[in-house]
């Protein structure tokens, strides 16, 4: 019996490495975006604390008739811990305005650390109510994540 080898169906070996090469490419861009929106979930937490924050800074606005003097302790600072993702802290501030939010823990946080700290904050201008979001990583303040501004008008 011959066998004819135009008959045979089948992949070549050429053809099965492409497609591997292709599956393994998008894996990991899957995989990148996925870490990616992950990470960003766990921004929900900051944004809950930084919402503390706000109203706790706009009593001490309506008490005092100004932001100067606030201080971290003021509006409910806190570092690393193993319950929570950020360390909170009150950054900037003028009579007007002030800055605050958390840093992404790299040590010393809840697991897992973040591999690049980054600065999720919000501008408060409690005289006018205006609150806007920025985000900047660690070290590259030209640089926004998660789609927002790296910084605002009160720096």
């Not at 599956?23 to 990616?36: E, Q």
């Not at 823990?105 to 006018?128: D, F, I, L, W």
Request: net charge positive; hydrophobic share 30%.
């Amino acid at each position: 019996m011959i066998i004819n080898m135009k008959e045979k169906k089948g992949f070549t070996l050429l053809e099965l490495i492409v497609v591997i090469i292709i599956v393994g490419i998008l894996a990991t861009v899957g995989l990148a975006t996925y870490t990616n929106q992950i990470e960003y979930s766990r921004t929900a937490e900051v944004r809950a604390k930084a919402s503390t924050m706000r109203k706790l800074a706009y009593e001490y606005y309506l008490k005092n008739g100004t932001l100067d003097g606030i201080r971290s302790s003021d509006v409910g600072g806190q570092s690393c811990s193993s319950t929570t993702y950020y360390e909170y802290s009150l950054w900037t501030r003028t009579s007007s305005c002030v800055l605050f939010g958390g840093f992404r823990c790299s040590s010393g946080g809840k697991t897992p650390q973040a591999p690049v700290r980054y600065y999720y904050y919000m501008e408060y201008h409690p005289n006018t109510g205006k609150a806007n979001w920025y985000c900047y990583y660690s070290g590259d303040k030209n640089t926004g994540c998660f789609g927002l501004s790296p910084y605002g008008e009160c720096n």
